[in-house]
């Protein structure tokens, strides 16, 4: 079983709607990070969270840590939303590496 | 903004060819990364450094070896390229808790 599942695996939405991808773990964590990546293109890191809730623009991302459990919501969604999204979680303790989930495919139509 | 790049977007090579890969970042960061992203595997560590000539294997080292002579450069090795190393191949750097991706490298072993 992997360390980190994410579900949806595909996700088809039209636009406008409200979209939420869900991230959950099962190890002990200092930090989730939400990434994003369009087709042929890069990564790009959206959030970094430890707790809380942060708010970036029509992105929401939640992290309930006594649930092992985080949320990535896309409010109003346009077409250029399609992309995959990838949860990753850094263990705690001294290391920095990632542990990434299979990512969420997601196409938004308009 | 921080700056990661990768010396080819894509590249093919014959089976048996040894093939280099590399990044550079101009952030001065100490950890860099390599990965391999595959359909319905995600992410996967190949290795990672925190200095200079320092490395540590990731989860799939098996076919692979690094260098990294300068703090800007970290190079991935493939000393005999087989089919099975067909993917993308994708670098990062990282000051602490968050990466930054350059944009990849789609290898093509035939």
């Known amino acids: 079983k992997n360390e980190v599942e994410q579900s949806p695996q595909n996700l088809t939405a039209q636009e406008g709607e409200f979209i939420t991808i869900n991230c959950s773990y099962s190890?002990?964590?200092?930090?989730l990070h939400w990434l994003q990546q369009h087709p042929g293109g890069g990564i790009v890191s959206l959030f970094m969270l430890s707790s809380g809730k942060k708010k970036h623009g029509r992105l929401i991302a939640t992290i309930n840590i006594q649930e092992k459990h985080s949320s990535l919501h896309i409010t109003a969604s346009h077409p250029r939303d399609s992309a995959v999204y990838i949860c990753a979680v850094k263990k705690g303790g001294a290391t920095n590496k990632l542990i990434f989930g299979t990512g969420t495919l997601l196409a938004v139509q308009p | 903004d921080v700056k990661v790049t990768q010396s080819s977007r894509y590249l093919v090579k014959r089976t048996g060819e040894k093939v280099f890969l590399e990044c550079v970042q101009d952030m001065d960061h100490e950890n860099m990364f390599w990965y391999r992203q595959d359909p319905g595997l995600g992410l996967r560590l190949i290795y990672f450094s925190y200095d200079v000539k320092m490395k540590e294997k990731g989860d799939i080292p098996e076919g692979y070896s690094v260098s990294r002579e300068k703090k800007e450069r970290f190079s991935l090795i493939l000393e005999s390229a087989s089919t099975n190393q067909t993917s993308m191949y994708l670098c990062?750097?990282?000051?602490?808790?968050?990466?930054?991706f350059g944009p990849g490298t789609r290898l093509t072993v035939l």
């Open positions: 190890v002990g964590i200092s930090a």
């Open positions: 990062a750097s990282s000051p602490y808790n968050e990466q930054f």
